[in-house]
């Protein structure tokens, strides 16, 4: 888009880029913040949640720690680790998921899959890309986002164990669900499916022992 200043003297052209808006960031809708509750017997436990402008909250990650040293198996959280390319607009990823499946044994009778999707975006569009492993609990990546290094996603962990119950076979289902986010401030876009689970209402009443 261009302009004309014409006077008497000179004419001038100045020139306006049209800046499209960040489709990751088009309204802040939550706000994340790490809660500490302290316990006896050097027991602390750390939570995540997502607060929205009226004041809800959801819980999303949370660590447990033992005389100071985190304990992987008794909590639910990812370790996400990016950095820049020498591709314009391109970043790298690791993303690392642990649970109290941490060190399954995966075979006929233990099965796990772990998937991450996640936005990129470009000035025209964004997309969702989807990664998955049935063998590991980390996942290596790469996103392009034309506005920076933010990153929203989801990943999820299904663990399926085969088990006998009163002599008839079944199936352990254990499903993780965990949002994904390097900014304070989000607008993910999977944060509407999770709203709909009552049972990820963050409370302090279900902190209390």
Do not use: A
């Amino acid at each position: 888009m261009s302009f004309f200043i014409v006077s008497c003297d000179k004419k001038i052209k100045t020139d306006y880029k049209e800046v499209k808006p960040d489709k990751l960031l088009m309204d802040t809708l939550y706000n994340r913040e790490w809660l500490r509750f302290m316990y006896g017997n050097n027991q602390i436990e750390d939570v995540e949640i997502y607060i929205n402008k009226k004041g809800d909250t959801i819980s999303n990650q949370y660590k447990s720690y033992k005389n100071k040293d985190i304990d992987t198996l008794n909590g639910q959280f990812y370790d996400l680790e990016i950095s820049k390319t020498n591709k314009p607009n391109i970043y790298k990823g690791q993303i690392t998921i642990h649970s109290k499946y941490d060190k399954l044994v995966i075979n006929k009778r233990n099965r796990k899959t772990l998937e991450f999707h996640y936005f990129e975006q470009n000035s025209e569009s964004i997309r969702v890309t989807t990664l998955k492993t049935k063998k590991s609990n980390t996942i290596n990546f790469e996103y392009e986002n034309i506005y920076g290094n933010r990153l929203q996603g989801l990943i999820y962990l299904t663990v399926e164990r085969d088990t006998i119950v009163n002599d008839e076979k079944m199936v352990n289902l254990f499903m993780l669900p965990i949002l994904v986010d390097n900014k304070p401030k989000t607008d993910n876009k999977f944060l509407k499916g999770l709203e709909l689970d009552k049972k990820r209402k963050f409370s302090n009443k279900l902190k209390e022992r």
